[in-house]
């Protein structure tokens, strides 16, 4: 059964870091591609950073651009987003997602999430 | 960046109505398309990939269709259960983006 796990929410100031952890189980994680959305309270969803499967390749979204770092241990099948000078506008719920294929960014198991908050 | 426009942004419909929503990208993404389910409260579900593929365990009364930029997605007997929000996203290119959402609610 395939399992994604996040951790690492909370509250902080803006400002702060903070680093989100997403422990896969039940399939070949070095195998598929990984995301981040988010959602904030009330609103749509949001994509956030996603990675290939070697990690080789990143991408994000111009609104964390520079400030998030997206990483992979494919030893420990965890994913990573680090998240640093957080702003008000981004608290939200935090997901993880698993993609399809290795490259392909079409995301058929999601993880329960993980609020983050920023507030001072 | 690409931009999809959902429509409606909500509709009432009653159990057994047949329901349609609507997707709209601002540039072609050929067949580079997924719809999504979310409940309040829950993580979203994946229900249609590829515009048109239907996700393994998901019933048929689902189905997706559409390319380059307009795209439908199809309730063909509306159930209880479906009662929820319904989001487009676009696969091809990066930023990945999402629609603003289509929620299902009791007539």
Redesign the interface.
């Known amino acids: 059964e395939v399992q994604l796990v996040e951790s690492g929410g909370g509250l902080v100031q803006p400002g702060e870091s903070l680093r989100l952890s997403c422990v896969a189980s039940g399939f070949t994680f070095s195998s598929y591609a990984m ?1 981040w ?1 988010r959602q904030a309270p009330g609103k ?4 956030v950073s ?1 990675t290939r499967d070697s990690g080789s390749n990143t ?4 609104s964390v651009k520079g400030r998030f770092t997206i990483s992979r241990d494919n030893s420990k099948n965890t994913l990573y987003l680090q998240m640093n000078n957080l702003r008000v506008e981004d608290t939200a719920v935090y ?1 993880c ?1 698993k993609g ?1 294929t290795g490259s ?5 198991y ?4 993980t609020l983050v908050t920023v507030s001072s | 960046d690409i931009q999809m426009t959902q429509s409606p942004s909500s509709v009432s419909a009653s159990i057994g109505d047949r329901v349609t929503i609507s997707c709209r990208a601002s540039q072609g993404i050929s067949s580079w398309l997924a719809w999504f389910q979310q409940k309040p409260g829950k993580a979203p579900n994946l229900l249609i990939y590829a515009a048109s593929s239907l996700q393994s365990g998901v019933p048929s009364r689902f189905s997706g269709s559409g390319s380059g930029t307009d795209f439908t997605l199809t309730i063909s007997s509306l159930q209880p259960e479906d009662f929820a929000t319904y989001y487009c996203q676009q696969a091809i290119s990066f930023p990945l983006t999402f629609g603003g959402g289509t929620k299902v609610e009791i007539k």
């Open positions: 995301t959305v749509g969803l949001e994509w996603a991408a994000y979204a111009d997901y997602a399809t392909t960014y079409y995301f058929n999601w993880g329960q999430g």
